[in-house]
């Protein structure tokens, strides 16, 4: 089967630094996306990796290792906007999005 | 303003009462799709769209029905309602779907509870 594996929940200080970890196991891969979902609201992207590698956007960074089916999100000088929850979804043999369950996120002052 | 729009954004029905819940997108996507999400879980596709009268099931269509007559809309049809749909709606779209490369755009939500 199909399988997203993320933590439930993280804490972390504000100005601080936290990475979300993902893994996967699917029927090929296509491309994995980060989005951001905040308490009741509509998730919204965040990066989208398909080669191997690290991609910084600003405080966000995505890194991707296809051969250990393994990404993370790095969060860089938290800020308690970044309190929400973090989706991983990857792009599978058939072109479909396979998601996870999310991590939320928790920041503290 | 580039967005998606779903109606209503919450609904209150009782077992068995057809209801709509409407979809649209001004960014003349090609790709669109129906999720629902629960507490614990990721978000499950209902059904999705890759374009006009093309519609194909997702992981969880049992009990739902949609259709895709026109570019921008895509309804979402609950022909008999029952509690186990309870549960946070999304509608979403993408310029195309044929790479999956393409990011989704999300409307707002829609929250429906069965009685």
């Known amino acids: 089967g199909q399988n997203i594996d993320q933590p439930t929940e993280m804490t972390a200080t504000e100005g601080a630094i936290v990475q979300i970890n993902c893994t996967y196991q699917?029927?090929?891969?296509?491309?994995l996306f980060w989005y951001q979902q905040h308490a009741g609201e509509a998730p919204t992207f965040l990066s989208y990796?398909?080669l191997d590698g690290l991609e910084e956007k600003g405080r966000f960074s995505s890194f991707l290792s296809r051969s250990k089916g393994y990404s993370y999100l790095l969060l860089k000088e938290l800020q308690m906007k970044d309190s929400a929850s973090y989706l991983c979804?990857?792009?599978?043999?058939?072109?479909?999005?396979?998601w996870g369950a999310g991590t939320k996120l928790i920041i503290k002052p | 303003e580039a967005q998606v729009t779903q109606n209503p954004r919450y609904l209150i029905t009782v077992t068995g009462k057809k209801l709509t819940v409407t979809c649209s997108q001004n960014?003349?996507?090609?790709?669109m799709s129906w999720y629902r999400q629960d507490p614990g879980l990721g978000l499950r596709q209902i059904y999705y769209?890759?374009?006009?009268?093309?519609?194909d099931k997702g992981d969880v269509p049992e009990g739902y029905k949609v259709s895709r007559k026109e570019k921008r809309n895509f309804p979402l049809i609950l022909e008999s309602p029952s509690p186990n749909q309870t549960s946070l709606y999304f509608c979403?779209?993408?310029?195309?779907?044929?790479?999956?490369?393409?990011?989704?755009?999300f409307g707002p939500g829609t929250r429906l509870t069965v009685t």
């Open positions: 990796n398909v």
């Open positions: 699917t029927s090929g891969f296509n491309g």
């Open positions: 769209s890759m374009n006009v009268e093309v519609t």
């Open positions: 979403a779209s993408a310029s195309s779907g044929t790479s999956g490369s393409e990011e989704q755009y």
């Open positions: 979804a990857v792009v599978d043999s058939n072109y479909q999005l396979i």
């Open positions: 960014m003349n996507h090609e790709y």
